[in-house]
């Protein structure tokens, strides 16, 4: 953060103003936008003593340590050690991401690929018959958890405007 920023007062405006910002992939792929966002309202929320708003901001931003919020839930695509998608886990596919927006922006271009505990791998391998390896989000999911996550960060901050 520049000192001229450092010398800007967060208003509510600024903070939506910066929750509304939409770049195109690779410009969002170098500028971390809704990173920036909620560290703006993470400031925001600090310096007015919005508690509640400040732990759901911090768990976006850097992730959640247990059970995320429904709306983080995705479908996997499982993969073999040869990168073969492995079809028939459907019924399996659903899986909370809890990683944070930090690091979610970083896989926009290419998706997330989960080292999944050895537990549920060698479950999935029984059930489909064939060796699971990874499971894998797509670009598109991420983008649209991290489209999501920005309208849920508006709803939290218009209610605290009305």
Request: proline share 4%; glycine share 6%; net charge negative.
């Amino acid at each position: 953060m520049s000192v001229l920023e450092a010398q800007i007062p967060f208003s509510l405006d600024n903070i939506l103003a910066a929750l509304e910002e939409r770049l195109e992939l690779e410009e969002a792929i170098d500028g971390l936008p809704l990173t920036q966002a909620l560290e703006k309202c993470l400031t925001f929320a600090d310096a007015n003593s919005l508690v509640k708003l400040s732990e759901f901001i911090k768990q976006e931003i850097y992730g959640y340590g247990s059970s995320p919020p429904s709306y983080r839930y995705v479908q996997l695509s499982y993969f073999d050690a040869g990168g073969q998608l492995i079809n028939g886990l459907n019924q399996y596919s659903i899986y909370p991401i809890v990683t944070g927006v930090c690091k979610l922006e970083l896989h926009l271009k290419n998706g997330l690929t989960l080292i999944l505990p050895k537990q549920i791998l060698t479950f999935l391998s029984q059930v489909s018959g064939q060796e699971v390896d990874t499971g894998h989000v797509s670009p598109n999911l991420i983008k649209n958890l991290l489209e999501t996550i920005r309208k849920e960060t508006i709803v939290k901050f218009m209610e605290i405007a009305t």
